[in-house]
Nanobody, 123 residues
Framework: QVQLVESGGGLVQAGGSLRLSCAAS????????MGWFRQPPGKEREFVSG????????SYADSAKGRFTISRDNAKNTMYLQMNSLKPEDTAVYYC????????????????WGQGTQVTVFS
């Protein structure tokens, strides 16, 4: 069992930045691939970015490439998502998730989920 808690969301003007954190507890964090997903208002949840257990391999949705950076610190049991040049369409609840397999863009690959943190970008 892995417990995940997101933080760092908030209200930000378009063009601004936020850094989300995902703190993990329970089983050994470094054994899990991790991902960020988001659910915009009225839409389905979508993949944003993923990172392998070692941090060597990362993956990004097209919407995140060049603006978002995923990273992790296994010593601190924490994953991050640095979000720059934010746009109103980035408004969503952001979730972190853990997988025992390869990082994938499909929700079904992830076994553990956090409760989410709200990000609101205004123009």
């Amino acid at each position: 069992q892995v417990q995940l808690v997101e933080s760092g969301g908030g209200l930000v003007q378009a063009g601004g930045s936020l850094r989300l954190s995902c703190a993990a507890s329970g089983r050994v964090f470094s054994r899990y691939g991790m991902g960020w997903f988001r659910q915009p208002p009225g839409k389905e949840r979508e993949f944003v970015s993923g990172i392998s257990w070692s941090g060597v391999t990362t993956s990004y949705a097209d919407s995140a490439k060049g603006r978002f950076t995923i990273s992790r610190d296994n010593a601190k049991n924490t994953m991050y998502l640095q979000m720059n040049s934010l746009k109103p369409e980035d408004t969503a609840v952001y979730y972190c998730a853990a997988t025992t397999g390869m990082i994938r863009s499909s929700e079904s690959e992830y076994r553990y989920w956090g409760q989410g943190t709200q990000v609101t970008v205004f123009s």
